[in-house]
């Protein structure tokens, strides 16, 4: 089982900084990628930054510029700095991990969330 725990949530004022950590853990294995993804009551969790075992990135419009994720995947740990918080970033967020499994027989993949870490940002 792999275990993923998230970190460095909290409360921030507007054009604030805060940067949160992802940690998994468990059986033997390396990330092909890591990503971080927010959900707000009522909506769908949607992704805010992703990185990849060979550290392409991918942002969502609305944070690009102002988020940075990084991250060591042979060591399953990511990181997302964020900059100038806005209060429409206030959300639970989410680390997820994905795994690839490879053997002769093919390729299947895996995901392993976190429990979520609060962000608010007050105005």
Do not use: H
Request: aromatic share 10%; with cysteine.
């Amino acid at each position: 089982q792999v275990q993923v725990v998230e970190s460095g949530g909290g409360l921030v004022q507007a054009g604030g900084s805060l940067r949160l950590s992802c940690a998994a853990s468990g059986r033997r294995f390396s990330a092909d990628a890591m990503g971080w993804y927010r959900q707000t009551p009522g909506n769908q969790r949607e992704m805010v930054a992703r990185i990849t075992s060979d550290y392409r990135t991918t942002y969502a419009a609305s944070v690009k510029d102002r988020f940075t994720v990084s991250g060591d995947l042979a060591k399953n740990t990511a990181y997302l700095q964020m900059n100038n918080l806005k209060p429409e970033d206030t959300a639970v967020y989410y680390c997820k991990v994905e795994v690839v499994v490879r053997t002769i027989e093919g390729s299947t993949p895996f995901s392993y969330w976190g429990q979520g870490t609060q962000v608010t940002v007050s105005s």
